[in-house]
Nanobody
Framework: QVQLVESGGGLVQAGGSLRLSCAAS????????MGWYRQAPGKQRDLVAV???????NYAESVKGRFIISRDNAKNTVYLQMNSLKPEDTAVYYC???????????????WGRGTQVTVSS
């Protein structure tokens, strides 16, 4: 079994900051990519940022220069530092992880349950 536990969402005023965390636990042998997606009401789920096992990152254009993704491999945890937040950043943020399970072959993809981020104007 593998679990992803997200934390750090909440309500913040425009211009403020939040830091999201997502910790993976369970029968994990190795973690490849770790990322964050978001879904606003009535919209599709979109990639926000992703970080590879080697540290390479990729960001959505809308968050470049404001958000920073990082990871702590020893803790199987990925972070999303969100600065200069805007009302349009309001969404449910989901953690997503590609990993190799212990005693299993292949790469499995897991989603967290999501954490709400609300930015007031």
């Amino acid at each position: 079994q593998v679990q992803l536990v997200e934390s750090g969402g909440g309500l913040v005023q425009a211009g403020g900051s939040l830091r999201l965390s997502c910790a993976a636990s369970g029968t994990i042998s190795a973690i490849n990519a770790m990322g964050w997606y978001r879904q606003a009401p009535g919209k599709q789920r979109d990639l926000v940022a992703v970080i590879q096992s080697g540290g390479g990152t990729n960001y959505a254009e809308s968050v470049k220069g404001r958000f920073i993704i990082s990871r702590d491999n020893a803790k199987n945890t990925v972070y999303l530092q969100m600065n200069s937040l805007k009302p349009e950043d309001t969404a449910v943020y989901y953690c997503n992880v590609d990993l190799v399970r212990t005693f299993s072959r292949g790469i499995y993809n897991y989603w967290g349950r999501g954490t709400q981020v609300t930015v007031s104007s």
